[in-house]
Each structure stands twice: as C-alpha cells, then as structure tokens.
C-alpha cells in the first residue's frame, strides 16, 4: 500500500492503495463515485470514461500510479446538478434505456464538445464507435450531441 494524491472533480484527493490499482476502483470503492462503470475491463467499451484536461481517458486502463498528480473529471463531476447540456440533452432525447453505459457515453460527448462546438455526424459516429450500447441507442445519442451542440456544448 501506498498513498497517493489526485485531484478529482476539482477536490484534492488521497488515497492509500496498491500502485497498480486501475483508477476505475479508487474511483468507486475508495472515493465513493459509482457514475464510472465497470465494462469491459480491457478499454474497449467506455463505460469506464472519465475525463482528463477534457480528453477522453479509460479508468480501467490507468493505474493510480500513473494517476497520481493528475486532474480528473467524473459524470459527478461534470455538473452537480445535471444542467451541463450533454446531460439535459441526453435526458430531452431519452436517450438511456438500461442506462450502464451513458456515465461514460455523456463525458465522450463532453469531450467532443470541446474539441468542436459543431461536430459532424462522422465525427460524433467516430467518437461513439469507441463506445460499446448494447441496447443500440446511438441514434438518439447522435440527436443528443446535435442539441446539446445546439445549447452550447460543453460549457
């Protein structure tokens, strides 16, 4: 064991765990942020997406070695409230149905968001076919991004 600091959703954390211990964990069971799923376990399908700088990052493939010193954002984190626009947006176009998969589907739109105010429908399919929905709603997630677009993106 071993103690280790970072920042998460703009508070100073520390935390005292194994060095090898995937990010995805500390999150979870020692800081109590449950939004970062556990998926896939190997990076592949995004539930476990947090945000870094406002880039995509998957948890479950980040040691907390390696997150150390390192500013983290988590759906917690996105907005208190869920006022930021990629969250209202994924609630005016329903976008969930079992739900598991979103925490991380709405921080990739975030994300996206910030890197273009007006994505288009291959830059939003790009950025999603990275992302595992197994109930398929990725063309309501598609609606969502063009209105949370519409509403001022990432904020």
């Known amino acids: 064991m071993a103690k280790f600091r970072l920042t998460v959703n703009a508070t100073r954390r520390e935390v005292d765990v194994e060095p090898d211990t995937p990010l995805l964990w500390v999150l979870r069971d020692r800081l109590g942020l449950n939004g970062t799923k556990y998926g896939c376990g190997v ?18 493939q980040v040691t907390v070695r390696a ?48 890197r273009s105010a007006r994505p288009t429908d291959a830059e939003v399919d790009a950025v999603f076919s990275e992302h595992v929905c197994r109930c398929g709603s990725y063309p309501r997630i598609r609606r969502a991004v063009a209105r949370a677009s519409a509403a001022g993106g990432a904020r």
């Open 67 to 114: 997150a150390a010193g390192r500013r983290f954002t988590t759906i917690e984190g996105l907005s208190g409230n869920g006022s930021h626009p990629c969250q209202r947006a994924w609630l005016e176009e329903d976008v969930s149905q079992c739900g598991y998969c979103q925490p991380g589907m709405i921080l990739a739109a975030a994300a996206l968001l910030e």
């Open 43 to 60: 990076g592949v399908c995004g539930a476990c997406t947090v945000l870094e700088g406002g880039k995509e990052v998957r948890s479950c």
